[in-house]
């Protein structure tokens, strides 16, 4: 199948300063794709150029086939949800939702049908007559959703639209956008420096870095083989341990990190005894107890700092020589570490490998 949005070999500058460089990437129709990075990555600046806010000053944009790399925006088949959601304050619900429609000519009858199925959609039918003002946060979020939704375009784009709303209503909204995109069959494609959000939503993450795409992938995959440091660190709180490659066996590599031989899961890497690499260990997958557990990597730590954080407790454990670990415990298992010397464990495949030279990223 045909990829509904194609960039190839795209470059933005801006004078000297490179926004997006060599960008080659292709998305598929029906797919929640996100781009996700820190500010000034370059993933509004692509998402602009789809949209036709900003030309590429090199490569080329397909949209359904057809290049658009030099149309004007409303002669693509695209909308934008912003930030601030940009609805007319005169016009009612309905009337904003309908707009769009309007402009393109379509019948009066198709019009009201249209209106009337995207309010049930997101339950709003007896907001139909209020005008923004008299909305809620999250009301006026799915009213500029409708809106952009109405026309039918092939991808719609949304700019950090939850970025304004209070964290709780950013968690329901989340849900909320991946429900409406599965419903509708839409193609959306989001932009965030939101870790939790691109992972909560998405089909696939594009981590973009200083304009490149770093990796890209589904959610599990990229959280757990991540392909380099920046990917595992933006990703969530992550252990990175420099570490050298001391054998290979089964599938598994040994490597010695801090005076402690460890058996990993290398995944995509093939490693080399006397290879420097970084071992990617989440938090979560580290056992805190009291006794020696029963796992494939375990060694004796001290317990330097505990932080209750509600659902569970974030510790951090020197092991030998002053490096530390960090944990994440539930609260079930803290009553067994009442004393500070604790042992921690994880098992190989908790771990995977990423070459040194990928660390620096």
Same mark, same amino acid.
């Given at each position: 199948?045909?990829?509904?949005?194609?960039?190839?070999?795209?470059?933005?500058?801006?004078?000297?300063?490179?926004?997006?460089?060599?960008?080659?990437?292709?998305?598929?129709?029906?797919?929640?794709?996100?781009?996700?990075?820190?500010?000034?990555?370059?993933?509004?600046?692509?998402?602009?150029?789809?949209?036709?806010?900003?030309?590429?000053?090199?490569?080329?944009?397909?949209?359904?086939?057809?290049?658009?790399?030099?149309?004007?925006?409303?002669?693509?088949?695209?909308?934008?949800?912003?930030?601030?959601?940009?609805?007319?304050?005169?016009?009612?619900?309905?009337?904003?939702?309908?707009?769009?429609?309007?402009?393109?000519?379509?019948?009066?009858?198709?019009?009201?049908?249209?209106?009337?199925?995207?309010?049930?959609?997101?339950?709003?039918?007896?907001?139909?007559?209020?005008?923004?003002?008299?909305?809620?946060?999250?009301?006026?979020?799915?009213? #500029?959703?409708?809106?952009? &939704?109405? +026309?039918?375009?092939?991808?719609?784009?949304?700019? @950090? =639209?939850?970025? $304004?709303?209070?964290?709780?209503?950013?968690?329901?909204?989340?849900?909320?956008?991946?429900?409406?995109?599965?419903?509708?069959?839409?193609?959306?494609?989001?932009?965030?420096?939101?870790?939790?959000?691109?992972?909560?939503?998405?089909?696939?993450?594009?981590?973009?870095?200083?304009?490149?795409?770093?990796?890209?992938?589904?959610?599990?995959?990229?959280?757990?083989?991540?392909?380099?440091?920046?990917?595992?660190?933006?990703?969530?709180?992550?252990?990175?341990?420099?570490?050298?490659?001391?054998?290979?066996?089964?599938?598994?590599?040994?490597?010695?990190?801090?005076?402690?031989?460890?058996?990993?899961?290398?995944?995509?890497?093939?490693?080399?005894?006397?290879? #420097?690499?970084?071992?990617? &260990?989440? +938090?979560?997958?580290?056992?805190?107890?009291?006794? @020696? =557990?029963?796992? $494939?990597?375990?060694?004796?730590?001290?317990?330097?700092?505990?932080?209750?954080?509600?659902?569970?407790?974030?510790?951090?454990?020197?092991?030998?020589?002053?490096?530390?670990?960090?944990?994440?415990?539930?609260?079930?298992?803290?009553?067994?570490?009442?004393?500070?010397?604790?042992?921690?464990?994880?098992?190989?495949?908790?771990?995977?490998?990423?070459?040194?030279?990928?660390?620096?990223?």
């Amino acid at each position: 199948m045909e990829p509904v949005v194609q960039f190839e070999n795209v470059r933005k500058s801006f004078g000297s300063f490179v926004a997006v460089d060599n960008l080659n990437l292709n998305i598929e129709r029906g797919k929640f794709v996100t781009l996700l990075g820190p500010s000034g990555c370059g993933k509004s600046t692509t998402l602009r150029m789809l949209g036709g806010f900003e030309t590429p000053t090199s490569g080329r944009i397909l949209l359904s086939g057809r290049d658009v790399t030099r149309v004007p925006p409303n002669r693509r088949n695209v909308n934008i949800v912003f930030q601030d959601y940009a609805l007319f304050p005169h016009m009612t619900v309905a009337k904003n939702i309908a707009f769009g429609l309007e402009l393109k000519g379509v019948d009066n009858r198709q019009i009201q049908k249209r209106v009337s199925e995207l309010l049930e959609l997101v339950q709003l039918q007896e907001f139909a007559g209020r005008l923004p003002s008299e909305l809620s946060g999250g009301q006026r979020q799915r009213v #500029a959703l409708m809106r952009a &939704l109405a +026309p039918d375009p092939d991808v719609l784009l949304l700019d @950090e =639209p939850l970025s $304004a709303l209070d964290a709780k209503l950013r968690q329901t909204m989340q849900v909320e956008l991946k429900a409406i995109q599965e419903q509708t069959g839409k193609t959306f494609m989001f932009v965030t420096h939101d870790q939790e959000e691109a992972l909560t939503m998405s089909d696939t993450i594009v981590v973009m870095n200083n304009g490149r795409i770093e990796q890209m992938g589904d959610p599990a995959t990229l959280y757990n083989r991540p392909g380099s440091a920046f990917v595992a660190t933006f990703l969530g709180e992550t252990n990175l341990l420099r570490s050298d490659v001391v054998g290979t066996e089964a599938g598994e590599a040994a490597v010695r990190w801090n005076g402690v031989t460890i058996k990993t899961s290398p995944g995509a890497l093939s490693p080399n005894p006397g290879d #420097a690499i970084y071992v990617v &260990l989440r +938090p979560e997958a580290i056992q805190c107890s009291a006794h @020696e =557990p029963s796992v $494939a990597n375990r060694v004796q730590g001290r317990i330097r700092q505990r932080v209750f954080k509600g659902n569970h407790t974030s510790l951090k454990v020197e092991i030998g020589d002053g490096h530390l670990l960090n944990a994440l415990v539930h609260p079930s298992e803290m009553e067994g570490l009442r004393r500070d010397d604790i042992w921690v464990g994880w098992p190989s495949e908790a771990t995977t490998l990423i070459p040194s030279r990928n660390a620096a990223s």
